[in-house]
């Protein structure tokens, strides 16, 4: 093998040390996420929000992955519960999308907070659908992982509030494209919701870098980065 190739520097550096391979083997070549617009009308996203039992002027703040311990999304059940005890009358919903194992221990969690018609499980849907929806997107994570998820909010021009953890380290900027938070930490999490929700000019700074940057992820980048390790090789071998 001339390459190993994989989706972070934190993977490379892992897998040199465990499997003792020298780091100039790897080529770290970044997951491309597939939105890069979302093409839907005022008319789709109502009824997007509708099928949810949300209105029209509904605030959402989303989350998406596996429910599994690693995603950390009790952190982020119990950040909204604190958003959600300073905000009594408002239209904040919180939207944690996907499937695994912790699901029934999540849903648990919000009956005993008494807010199962503002935090909601709506197991899986379209990517495509989800950003519609999204005001701001969080990934809790509690240690490594570069979330595909991510990269597509970052595509589409959504505010996202991650975890500081190898893999997001790697292609966050706090407060420049998006807002870190450290594991665990629901005060903080809250806090930077708060923040988020109650400042517009910030989300629209944050979700523009976001977009402007996630155009290096492409799908034509990654390939580009792929041929020319192919050309590098052949020219090596000649």
Same mark, same amino acid.
């Given at each position: 093998?001339?390459?190993?190739?994989?989706?972070?520097?934190?993977?490379?550096?892992?897998?040199?040390?465990?499997?003792?391979?020298?780091?100039?083997?790897?080529?770290?070549?970044?997951?491309?996420?597939?939105?890069?617009?979302?093409?839907?009308?005022?008319?789709?996203?109502?009824?997007?929000?509708?099928?949810?039992?949300?209105?029209?002027?509904?605030?959402?703040?989303?989350?998406?992955?596996?429910?599994?311990?690693?995603? $950390?999304?009790?952190?982020? =059940?119990?950040? *909204?519960?604190? @958003?959600? +005890?300073?905000?009594?009358? #408002? !239209?904040?919903?919180?939207?944690?999308?996907?499937?695994?194992?912790?699901?029934?221990?999540?849903?648990?969690?919000?009956?005993?907070?008494?807010?199962?018609?503002?935090?909601?499980?709506?197991?899986?849907?379209?990517?495509?659908?989800?950003?519609?929806?999204?005001?701001?997107?969080?990934?809790?994570?509690?240690?490594? $992982?570069?979330?595909?998820? =991510?990269?597509? *909010?970052?595509? @589409?021009? +959504?505010?996202?509030?991650? #975890? !500081?953890?190898?893999?997001?380290?790697?292609?966050?900027?706090?407060?420049?494209?998006?807002?870190?938070?450290?594991?665990?930490?629901?005060?903080?999490?809250?806090?930077?919701?708060?923040?988020?929700?109650?400042?517009?000019?910030?989300?629209?700074?944050?979700?523009?870098?976001?977009?402007?940057?996630?155009?290096?992820?492409?799908?034509?980048?990654?390939?580009?980065?792929?041929?020319?390790?192919?050309?590098?090789?052949?020219?090596?071998?000649?």
């Amino acid at each position: 093998t001339d390459k190993i190739m994989v989706s972070s520097y934190k993977l490379a550096e892992d897998l040199s040390a465990q499997e003792k391979i020298p780091k100039e083997k790897f080529l770290v070549n970044y997951n491309s996420p597939t939105l890069t617009s979302i093409s839907l009308n005022a008319e789709k996203i109502r009824e997007i929000k509708n099928n949810f039992s949300l209105s029209p002027d509904s605030f959402i703040i989303t989350g998406v992955g596996r429910l599994i311990e690693q995603k $950390g999304f009790i952190y982020l =059940i119990e950040a *909204a519960a604190e @958003v959600l +005890k300073n905000n009594p009358g #408002s !239209k904040i919903y919180f939207l944690i999308f996907g499937k695994g194992v912790l699901e029934n221990e999540l849903r648990g969690r919000i009956n005993q907070l008494n807010l199962n018609e503002r935090i909601l499980l709506p197991g899986l849907a379209p990517m495509e659908n989800i950003m519609a929806l999204t005001d701001i997107f969080v990934m809790p994570e509690l240690y490594d $992982g570069l979330a595909l998820a =991510i990269l597509e *909010a970052m595509s @589409v021009g +959504k505010p996202v509030i991650v #975890s !500081k953890v190898s893999g997001p380290d790697e292609v966050i900027e706090d407060n420049v494209n998006g807002l870190f938070v450290e594991p665990k930490n629901v005060p903080m999490l809250a806090e930077k919701i708060l923040q988020l929700i109650e400042d517009e000019n910030l989300r629209k700074k944050l979700g523009a870098k976001a977009q402007e940057d996630a155009k290096k992820f492409s799908i034509e980048n990654r390939v580009k980065i792929i041929e020319n390790a192919v050309i590098s090789l052949y020219e090596n071998f000649k």
